[in-house]
């Protein structure tokens, strides 16, 4: 409860400095259904695990996004934007947990598409920002926990991008690609 207030502190105060955009503060404050149902829930995070905000970042002129704890410094000003929270991952491995990865395609330059996978050899393709681990999911439903998917529009100029929604949030020409793990919410 203490980080999420202090955590909030620094998302009004990011906002008076002009850094957070308005549409932006709600999100950092956190979302008041996961609120809700954190609330309603009991579970015990499984020992080992260390929980952090896991994020999906946007960037129009390149049209990707990338999901990752947080946003690097200089994105920002390199064009990229909060989409949201996702929930949480573990920062460290805990039981019963497998890795994700921030990979990035190597066959569409010079556009870098980015993507998230549970594959240590990314698909075939590169790691991005040389062998990022995005963090530790569970491989199992546990209570506290939702399914994280990855979805592709590739009508659309190809872009992955991970979401709770099996129905990939009702984007256009969206498709489902798969589950990458549980994550907490």
Do not use: A, K, W
């Given at each position: 409860m203490l980080k999420r207030y202090l955590f909030s502190i620094l998302a009004v105060a990011s906002f008076a400095a002009g850094s957070v955009a308005a549409?932006?503060?709600d999100t950092y404050l956190g979302n008041p259904q996961l609120d809700d149902m954190q609330s309603e829930q009991s579970f015990q995070v499984p020992e080992g695990a260390y929980l952090v905000p896991l994020y999906r970042f946007y960037h129009r002129g390149a049209n990707d996004r990338v999901t990752a704890r947080e946003l690097p410094y200089g994105w920002q000003e390199a064009g990229w934007r909060l989409e949201g929270q996702l929930g949480y991952i573990s920062y460290y491995p805990f039981?019963?947990?497998?890795?994700?990865y921030s990979c990035q395609r190597s066959?569409?330059?010079p556009r870098q598409e980015k993507f998230s996978s549970p594959d240590p050899?990314?698909?075939?393709?590169?790691?991005?920002?040389?062998?990022?681990?995005?963090?530790?999911?569970?491989?199992?439903?546990?209570?506290?926990?939702?399914?994280?998917?990855?979805?592709?529009?590739?009508?659309?100029g190809d872009d992955h991008f991970d979401t709770t929604d099996p129905n990939c949030e009702g984007k256009p020409g969206a498709i489902l690609e798969g589950p990458l793990g549980y994550i907490f919410i």
């Open positions: 549409q932006d503060l039981e019963g947990h497998h890795v994700l066959d569409i330059m050899g990314c698909e075939g393709h590169n790691y991005y920002g040389g062998g990022y681990i995005t963090g530790y999911v569970s491989s199992f439903h546990i209570p506290g926990t939702v399914m994280l998917y990855r979805c592709d529009t590739p009508r659309y």
